[in-house]
T-cell receptor
Framework: GAVVSQHPSRVICKSGTSVKIECRSL??????MFWYRQFPKQSLMLMAT?????????EQGVEKDKFLINHASLTLSTLTVTSAHPEDSSFYICSAPTEQDATDTQYFGPGTRLTVL | RKEVEQDPGPFNVPEGATVAFNCTYS??????FFWYRQDCRKEPKLLMSVYSSGNEDGRFTAQLNRASQYISLLIRDSKLSDSATYLC??????????FGTGTSLTVIP
């Protein structure tokens, strides 16, 4: 299957700092990527859709000024958590769709575990 | 109404048992359906796509019922390693993907 990478896999930061997470599609191009957040024992929650060449689309309740998304190229999207607070501690996962058997299939990155102290 | 609904479980079954999960979806025009498996503290991984005619991969069988708008996943001869959360995903159109909340399965020795 297609490969999506994320970096870093784990980050611990102080409250008030900003953290950038990268999501890369390694063997395919992705005009669209998705960013999710998952709190312990809860389901994935879609935060935003990252669009190459245009603004990201944010889900209701997600602050666009706090979670900055930049889809810099067809293989890279970044999520920056600005002025992080302890409540932002979570597992952040990106995904990208790629066509398989004439159907778009989602492939997920390995996730980034963010801990804000 | 949610786009995709799943019974969160948990399902606790003995080794060797057969277990089935259902997932209902609200958009009747949805075209693509998937089952993903997520292990604790890991990302979801594609288990199988769900085709209109149904499909089987070893001990796993996925089926689609368009009339009743649900997809199912059947696991036969459960193994301890099948313990995970199973997510159904519906792709109504284009790049929209909707996830169920996941069904937790624990296979007990």
């Amino acid at each position: 299957g297609a490969v999506v990478s994320q970096h870093p896999s784990r980050v611990i930061c102080k409250s008030g700092t900003s953290v950038k997470i990268e999501c890369r599609s390694l063997d395919f191009q992705a005009t669209t990527m998705f960013w999710y957040r998952q709190f312990p024992k809860q389901s994935l929650m879609l935060m935003a859709t990252s669009n190459e060449g245009s603004k990201a689309t944010y889900e209701q309740g997600v602050e666009k000024d706090k979670f900055l998304i930049n889809h810099a190229s067809l293989t890279l999207s970044t999520l920056t958590v600005t002025s992080a607070h302890p409540e932002d501690s979570s597992f952040y996962i990106c995904s990208a769709p790629t066509e398989q058997d004439a159907t778009d299939t989602q492939y997920f990155g390995p996730g980034t575990r963010l801990t804000v102290l | 109404r949610k786009e995709v609904e799943q019974d969160p479980g948990p399902f606790n079954v003995p080794e060797g048992a057969t277990v089935a999960f259902n997932c209902t979806y609200s958009n009747s025009a949805s075209q693509s359906f998937f089952w993903y498996r997520q292990d604790c503290r890991k990302e979801p991984k594609l288990l199988m796509s769900v085709y209109s005619s149904g499909n089987e991969d070893g001990r796993f069988t996925a089926q689609l019922n368009r009339a009743s708008q649900y997809i199912s996943l059947l696991i036969r001869d459960s193994k301890l390693s099948d313990s995970a959360t199973y997510l159904c995903v519906v792709n109504p159109t284009g790049n929209q993907f909707y996830f169920g909340t996941g069904t937790s399965l624990t296979v007990i020795p």
